[in-house]
């Protein structure tokens, strides 16, 4: 391992150690819009953190490749899973993803809020997360599209991709892929505070067509 990946896995897990859990547990709510209509298989989740995706994913069916850089996130994502009866379906699999990926086929592909404060190649990760959807799954990527409302300027004035950006990014042949989804979506979010506050997210869901 690189000393810049060293670096970056003690940044995610002096983070994760910061608390017992930094994570609300549920499911993003996209995942949730997007793939309940899904038939189950095997789904890979980039950048698991503590476990909520893969886990709702699990107690609906899916077998889960669940990775992370943070050896004490996955360690969190294995012991919820076990808690919540599905460790059975749920794998952890440490690596970063600016070096390897995982191998194989995936009937889904999420990347949920693959973004990060430290250097990272995202459009080179998510171009091989569609990489590794076989014919017929979806590649799901899900990410911010503004800084929350209750951001000081400064953040507000970072450049997040809209969901258009992150497609054009992908690179796709459009004869190989079918576009379901590109927008931006607004949804509710308490502040830190409390106070009642907006998150625009950008969706991009894919299916892979048929060869």
Known sequence: MSTATSQDEQFWNDLYDRSDRIWSGNPNAALVREATHLSPGHALDLGCGEGGDAIWLASRGWRVTATDISRVALARTRRYADEAGVGHLVDGEHLDLAVSFPAGEFDLVSAQFLQSPRELPRERILRRAAAAVRPGGTLLVVGHAA?????????????????????????????????????????????????????????????????
């Open 147 to 211: 800084g929350p409302s209750w951001a000081p300027p400064e953040h507000q004035e970072t450049l997040f991709p809209r969901a258009r950006e992150v497609l054009d990014s992908l690179a796709l042949a459009e004869d190989q892929w079918e576009e379901q989804r590109c927008e931006e979506w607004s949804r509710p979010q308490e502040g830190p505070d409390g106070q009642p506050g907006v998150m625009l997210d950008s969706i991009v869901r894919l299916r892979r067509r048929e060869r």
